[in-house]
T-cell receptor, first 115, second 112 residues
Framework: GAVVSQHPSWVICKSGTSVKIECRSLDFQATTMFWYRQFPKQSLMLMATSNEGSKATYEQGVEKDKFLINHASLTLSTLTVTSAHPEDSSFYIC???????????FGSGTRLTVV | SQQGEEDPQALSIQEGENATMNCSYKTSINNLQWYRQNSGRGLVHLILIRSNEREKHSGRLRVTLDTSKKSSSLLITASRAADTASYFCATALRGATNKLIFGTGTLLAVQP
């Protein structure tokens, strides 16, 4: 079945630094990638949607200059959290959608802790 | 933004009992999906029901969809301690991007 590899699975960084999270679709072409954030004991909140080769579309309230999304190829999308602060500590999950009608494949998530 | 509200927020039952979770959503959808998440882990896709379907079964899972009421339910029969997890409904919105929006979730605890 379709697999999305997400790395790293966890990362600890200092305030003010930037962190890059990668999601790769291993056996299908991800035409659309969705990025979610999940705070403890809460649901997944959609941050942005990106189509390969296009600029990402951000949800209301999500700072596009802080959360940089790149979807330069059909198998790779990255989320960069710039100038991270402790309040950015969260669980980040990607989801890729290929050409099938209904399939969404999720990465295993990245737990980001900013100290 | 949150598309769906789920209830109950938390549910505690004994092993062997059935668990029912409800999901309500706001806008037109292509399909509705249910996911499971163990604490701090990734998501596991459980079942998908299309907007033109009313009921679907998969093992011990039964999902219903009422598009007129914009609601869905997930029934887990003969629950096991291993079913303890958070359960989320997610709606695939109509439109070019088919965004998948998650509900608020139900935390299920199955006591052995």
């Amino acid at each position: 079945g379709a697999v999305v590899s997400q790395h790293p699975s966890w990362v600890i960084c200092k305030s003010g630094t930037s962190v890059k999270i990668e999601c790769r679709s291993l056996d299908f072409q991800a035409t659309t990638m969705f990025w979610y954030r999940q705070f403890p004991k809460q649901s997944l909140m959609l941050m942005a949607t990106s189509n390969e080769g296009s600029k990402a579309t951000y949800e209301q309230g999500v700072e596009k200059d802080k959360f940089l999304i790149n979807h330069a190829s059909l198998t790779l999308s990255t989320l960069t959290v710039t100038s991270a602060h402790p309040e950015d500590s969260s669980f980040y999950i990607c989801s890729a959608r290929g050409t099938s009608n209904y399939g969404y494949t999720f990465g295993s998530g990245t737990r980001l802790t900013v100290v | 933004s949150q598309q769906g509200e789920e209830d109950p927020q938390a549910l505690s039952i004994q092993e062997g009992e059935n668990a029912t979770m409800n999901c309500s959503y706001k806008t037109s959808i292509n399909n509705l999906q249910w996911y499971r998440q163990n604490s701090g882990r990734g998501l596991v896709h459980l079942i998908l029901i299309r907007s033109n379907e009313r009921e679907k079964h998969s093992g011990r899972l039964r999902v219903t969809l009422d598009t007129s009421k914009k609601s869905s339910s997930l029934l887990i029969t003969a629950s096991r301690a291993a079913d303890t997890a958070s359960y989320f409904c997610a709606t695939a919105l109509r439109g070019a991007t088919n965004k998948l929006i998650f509900g608020t979730g139900t935390l299920l605890a199955v006591q052995p």
